[in-house]
Nanobody, 118 residues
Framework: QVQLVESGGGLVQPGGSLRLSCVAS????????MAWYRQAPGKQRELVAR???????NYGDSVKGRFTISRDNAKRTVYLEMNSLKPEDTAVYYC????????????WGQGTQVTVSS
């Protein structure tokens, strides 16, 4: 089993920056990839960024060039650096862990609120 705990959310002005953290514990070696998703009011959950065990990354179109996903394996932590934040980035951000085998369910954190407003 894997547990994921997010932190770092809060209120920030447009154009500002935040860094989210996700600490993984348990059987972390079960995971093939880690990702950040977000869900805004009235919208479906969408992919923000993903990083695989070999270090490859991909990003949602709306955050390309502004957000960066990274990891620190020694700390079992995945980060999401968010720059040039817009009000449209306001959402609950969720950490996601994806097992090697697709028939196992993904792991999810509890979410952390990010609000971008003046």
């Amino acid at each position: 089993q894997v547990q994921l705990v997010e932190s770092g959310g809060g209120l920030v002005q447009p154009g500002g920056s935040l860094r989210l953290s996700c600490v993984a514990s348990g059987r972390v070696f079960e995971l093939n990839a880690m990702a950040w998703y977000r869900q805004a009011p009235g919208k479906q959950r969408e992919l923000v960024a993903r990083i695989t065990n070999d270090g490859s990354t991909n990003y949602g179109d709306s955050v390309k060039g502004r957000f960066t996903i990274s990891r620190d394996n020694a700390k079992r932590t995945v980060y999401l650096e968010m720059n040039s934040l817009k009000p449209e980035d306001t959402a609950v951000y969720y950490c996601n862990g994806q097992p090697h085998l697709s028939f196992y369910s993904d792991y999810w954190g509890q979410g952390t609120q990010v609000t971008v407003s003046s």
